[in-house]
């Protein structure tokens, strides 16, 4: 593979990498400049060329998301960005905001003059203090610099940012949940249509954005589309609808490996490549036994898997959900399947919002289910009907209002198709892994 | 007596601004209250309200979705210590780490202390899956850490 020069990270070694000084003798705020000099509707454009797909979990072309908005409308236009992360294994969004905020404060004021918005609200999960506060103080800068506020550059664009900080629930990252939360409300999850760029916060027309796209979106004015498409994978001839998976692409690495950390990667990297040459390989020399591909939703990899290309495709073609955030755990093969399965269920029970009764019901369920089964009165039924409870919640068949039901079901479908043999061992050997932590857990909250 | 304070209500006030309906500043408002008292009281949602200009309930209920902010019964200790028991960290030691400090410390996830020092809490994933097990003190992440660690960073034995 020829090297690859990062973008996205490639001030965050630097000494106060998160200062606008460093930022600016970098040529920070170019970008800016140059798409004010431009349309909006060219700004738009050239994202569209790029066929920057969103990085938030969905991969959904930005520039084309911008241009459901209205035209022509009267009324305030609002983005919301997306720093909610928390999808387990994920940290890319964080270490961008801790260690470079002006790269993105720049793909913001980008994009809020591409869709006209003179107000961007920053979604920052609660548990990010310290990125509130670097994105704090870059903000603050910039309104000194003129960077921020009324006739930026003397252009007449106006932008304010507005940090609003979190409470600890994985569902405010879904893009409804996050407004609901914004309005003050319980993070409930709106049923769509009506799609945020229509309706959206205050009932205004939003577009809802993640950290690294809008990163992306610096570079992407800054180099051009075509500089954009030269990274990454074209469109795979045999999938009319793939648009392909262009780009640098934050990875993270986490597990059971030597040197867990994010890297910086054309997308399309493979999961043994990750592992073997970004992450010095499975920890104590040993195998890996399975990999989340792009955060726990996503399901799992197994052994013979690890050469799938972590791309917009890949992890689809291997029965997992799809890439989802790009976030790599690794497993190794001293672990059972049913304590990390567990894990999983565990999270999205707690993480459910509730308001659909087949994700309420079933996430709960199958976590009681596998609770049941580490603590050795497992029968083998249960496997099936851990399979159909996970087949019958989510969006895909069509009985809840958004996705985390989705990502619930998946880890447990891959799991018990690809690791049953673990499933059935556990079983039949009457083994527990209840400790004493599980039990103090399950009086909390 | 009024719960909130004149300078709390100042820092209210001042994120109005930001939002074009007071109903927004909802969690804003609910932080700089917990953060303060390490509780939220139902006398303390009544004033927010009056804040806000909205009903007590529909503060109660966005409040309850959370699961963070604290109410009376359960009023936080001095340092808030949330270890993580998502997948990252389970694989390398993260529930163990709650299970021993529970141990030590003589306290349930969700409890404080009986000297109120510490409230011990399990996190899901913190971002900082890198540095697994991780911990948040407040909202200052730690990363890498052993018991020894904590205890230290906490000040407490
Ligand atoms: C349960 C759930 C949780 C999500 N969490 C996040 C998140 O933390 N951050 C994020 O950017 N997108 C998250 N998403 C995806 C958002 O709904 C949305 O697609 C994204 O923010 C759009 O931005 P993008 O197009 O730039 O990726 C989540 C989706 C679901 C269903
Ligand atoms: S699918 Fe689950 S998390 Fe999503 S809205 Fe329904 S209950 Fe809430
Ligand atoms: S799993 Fe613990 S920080 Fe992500």
């Known amino acids: ?445 | 007596m009024p719960v909130l304070s004149e300078q709390i209500r100042e820092r209210i006030r001042a994120e109005f601004p930001k939002y074009p309906d007071r109903r927004a500043v909802t969690l804003p408002a609910l932080h700089i209250v917990h953060d303060e008292l390490r509780q939220v009281s139902p006398e303390a949602i009544r004033e927010i309200s009056e804040l806000l200009e909205i009903h007590p309930a529909e503060i109660h209920d966005t409040m309850s979705f959370y699961n963070f902010f604290r109410e009376p019964d359960r009023p936080l200790g001095k340092r808030r210590v949330w270890v993580c028991r998502s997948i990252s960290c389970m694989l390398r030691g993260g529930e163990e780490l709650l299970e021993n400090l529970s141990h030590k410390w003589h306290v349930g996830p969700g409890q404080t202390s009986a000297d109120g020092s510490v409230s011990l809490e399990y996190a899901e994933c913190l971002g900082a899956c890198e540095g697994a097990p991780c911990i948040l003190v407040d909202d200052e992440c730690h990363m890498n850490v052993s018991e020894e660690d904590v205890e230290r960073i906490v000040g407490k034995q």
């Open chain 1, 1 to 445: 593979m020829p090297s690859f020069e990062p973008v996205l990270l490639a001030r965050i070694a630097k000494p106060n990498s998160a200062k606008l000084e460093t930022y600016r003798a970098d040529g920070g705020y170019e970008a800016l400049k140059k798409a004010l000099a431009m349309t909006p509707v060219d700004v738009t454009t050239l994202v569209k060329d790029s066929v920057l797909r969103g990085r938030g979990g969905a991969g959904f072309p930005a520039g084309l998301k911008w241009t459901f908005l209205p035209k022509d409308h009267p009324g305030p236009i609002y983005l919301c960005v997306n720093a909610d992360e928390s999808e387990p294994g994920t940290f890319n969004n964080r270490i961008l905001m801790e260690l470079d905020p002006h790269q993105l404060i720049e793909g913001i004021a980008i994009a809020c003059y591409a869709i006209k918005s003179e107000k961007a609200y920053l979604y920052l999960r609660y548990e990010y203090g310290r990125s509130y506060r670097v994105l704090d103080a870059a903000i603050k800068e910039c309104y000194a610099a003129g960077l921020l506020g009324k006739n930026i550059l003397g252009t007449g664009f106006n932008l304010d940012i507005v940090l609003h900080r979190g409470a600890a629930a994985y569902i405010c990252g879904e893009e409804t949940g996050l407004i609901e939360s914004l309005e003050g409300k319980r993070a409930w999850p709106r049923i769509k249509p009506p799609f945020p760029a229509i309706e959206g916060l205050f009932r205004k027309p939003t577009i809802v954005n993640n950290v690294e796209t809008l990163c992306c979106v610096t570079h992407i004015l800054n180099r051009g589309s075509e500089w954009f498409k030269s990274i990454g994978v074209p469109p795979d001839p045999a999938n009319p609808r793939d648009l392909g998976s262009y780009g640098p692409k934050l990875y993270c690495i986490s597990g059971h490996v030597n040197k867990p950390g994010c890297v910086e990667l054309p997308l399309g990297v493979t999961a043994r490549e990750l592992i073997d040459e970004h992450a010095g390989g499975v920890w104590k020399g040993r195998k890996a036994k399975a990999v989340v591909p792009g955060g726990i939703s996503m399901g799992f990899l197994s052994a013979d898997e690890l050469d799938t290309p972590l791309d917009f495709n890949g992890p689809g073609k291997a029965g997992c959900l799809g890439l989802g955030t790009a976030a790599v755990v690794v497993v190794d093969d001293q672990t059972s399947m049913v304590d990390v399965l567990y894990n999983c269920c565990r999270f999205m029970s707690h993480e459910s919002c509730g308001q659909c009764t087949p994700c309420r019901e079933g996430t709960s369920w199958m976590t009681k289910i596998l609770e049941r089964i580490r603590a050795g009165h497992g029968k083998m039924e249960d496997l099936d009907t851990l399979t159909e409870v996970a087949g019958s919640m989510g969006i895909i068949p069509g009985t809840t209002i958004c996705g985390l039901s989705d990502g619930a079901a998946w880890p447990v479908k891959n799991a018990i198709k690809k690791f049953r043999g673990d499933f059935e061992e556990y079983i039949s050997s009457g083994r527990r892994s209840v400790t004493s932590a599980q039990e103090l857990m399950a009086g909390a909250h």
